[in-house]
């Protein structure tokens, strides 16, 4: 290959300017393949932290810690933008990073989640104005939704159920086992429980995507159902638009990098695939507990 040919490549490549999308796990890339779905034509970083996972349980500084760490790395491959695809990081850690992290040397870099785009519209999915979200023990605890939900649609009651048990459940495959029923039906009585006049059910978890049709499957006919992916896809599509400076600097040659922080990239890619919906090679990111 020419040397300058070669130089040619290499500037290309360092200059990519990727959209950075980053999950605790592998639930995350059910939101990533609908942004890729809705704007295909970008570069994306997809980065996922399946080593500390899950988050779900831990403490708001140790989220935080994670969260921002993986954001950074992300930041260092180029990423201007960077989508907190993860409920857990977005209830409990992004707005620390966009008050206290990101102004000063990261001023110019951009760091969105899925609550608040989700908070937005979901209110016009209900009939009755009474709707149950379903997420993981960190995101009920932070009663982001609800706080959320309240500012856009203030006459909408908000329920919620942690579902601790469903992510784990995901993540080692047993999402489409019958085991899993008994787990899905638990909790869902439990939250209908609440009120029996519920009508919509948001999936208040990137990965309990795999499990909507069983969820589905023990509510009344007629029930909504809500995942977050294409909510999502279609609020940064809107953003994109509204925010030129953040979409000019952003690269379009269709490049999808893959990186998670365990290092048995092939289970990682056996599971990601799945939630993804076609075939992934992943990279070894190291990042200490």
Same mark, same amino acid.
């Given at each position: 290959m020419p040397q300058a040919f070669a130089f040619f490549i290499f500037a290309v490549m360092q200059s990519n300017k990727p959209i950075g999308v980053f999950d605790s796990g592998l639930g995350g890339l059910t939101v990533f393949r609908s942004i890729v779905e809705q704007l295909p =034509? +970008? *570069? +994306?970083i997809y980065f996922g932290d399946n080593k500390r996972a899950p988050y779900g349980d831990r403490s708001f500084n140790t989220i935080h810690q994670y969260t921002w760490e993986c954001v950074q790395w992300l930041f260092n491959q180029g990423c201007p933008l960077v989508i907190l695809a993860c409920n857990t990081a977005s209830a409990k850690a992004l707005r620390t990073i966009q008050q206290r992290n990101l102004p =000063?040397? +990261? #001023? *110019? &870099?951009?760091v969105l989640g899925v609550i608040r785009p989700t908070a937005e519209v979901i209110g016009n999915y209900t009939q009755t104005k009474q709707i149950g979200v379903l997420g993981t023990n960190g995101t009920v605890k932070s009663e982001s939704y609800v706080i959320e939900i309240n500012k856009f649609f203030p006459d909408v009651k908000v329920y919620q159920q942690a579902c601790p048990l469903w992510v784990p459940l995901i993540e080692n495959g047993e999402y489409d086992k019958p085991g899993a029923d008994y787990y899905v039906k638990e909790y869902l009585e439990q939250i209908m429980a609440q009120s029996a006049d519920i009508d919509t059910m948001l999936l208040a978890c990137t990965h309990y995507p795999l499990l909507q049709s069983k969820i589905q499957a023990y509510l009344p006919a007629g029930f909504t159902v809500v995942a977050q992916g294409d909510i999502v896809a279609y609020s940064l599509v809107d953003y994109l638009k509204r #925010?030129?400076?953040i979409e000019e600097q952003l690269t379009q040659n269709g490049t999808? &990098?893959? +990186?998670?922080t365990t290092d048995d990239t092939e289970d990682f890619d056996r599971h990601a695939s799945l939630f993804f919906g076609d075939v992934i090679k992943s990279s070894f990111v190291s990042m200490k507990e």
């Open positions: =034509g +970008y *570069d +994306y =000063g040397v +990261y #001023h *110019d &870099k951009r #925010h030129a400076e999808r &990098k893959f +990186y998670t």
